[in-house]
């Protein structure tokens, strides 16, 4: 069993200019949120801002090593995230929160994982994922 607990954070980019806020990156370049990356349960790209603030828990449990190089076990999660732009304050921000639960298989250095997840007043969405672990 583990419990994996993760924050990020990306600094504001942008000026003001004449009391208004003028932003250094095209919209493109601004920091998303959603996805599996970082609110499971919403769209990616569903927020986007100058600033990303977001952080998640996770609780994983093995439930087998059905092969001498894999393992199959079971995840359950909370993420919590918002973004905004430069000249905004983080503590009048609404937060949005997604939860949900996973399986997922291990074999050596690969890892498949299969989540639902529901955002609280978004809905649920399912993520498929993969990739190499080290």
């Not at 298989?105 to 955002?119: D, I, K, P, Q």
């Amino acid at each position: 069993m583990a419990t994996l607990m993760n924050a990020a954070a990306v600094c504001p980019s942008g000026h003001i200019t004449n009391n208004r806020v003028i932003s250094l990156f095209a919209p493109v370049s601004k920091s998303t949120s959603g996805g599996t990356a970082t609110l499971r349960g919403f769209k990616t790209g569903f927020m986007t801002g100058d600033t990303l603030a977001a952080g998640s828990i996770e609780w994983r449990a093995p439930i087998s090593s059905p092969l001498n190089f894999g393992k199959l076990g079971v995840s359950v999660f909370a993420d919590a995230g918002t973004a905004y732009d430069k000249g905004e304050r983080l503590r009048d921000q609404n937060w949005r929160v997604g939860y949900g639960s996973s399986v997922w298989v291990t074999f050596t250095a690969f890892r498949m994982s299969l989540a639902v997840a529901h955002g609280r007043g978004a809905g649920t969405r399912v993520h498929f994922g993969g990739g190499f672990s080290f």
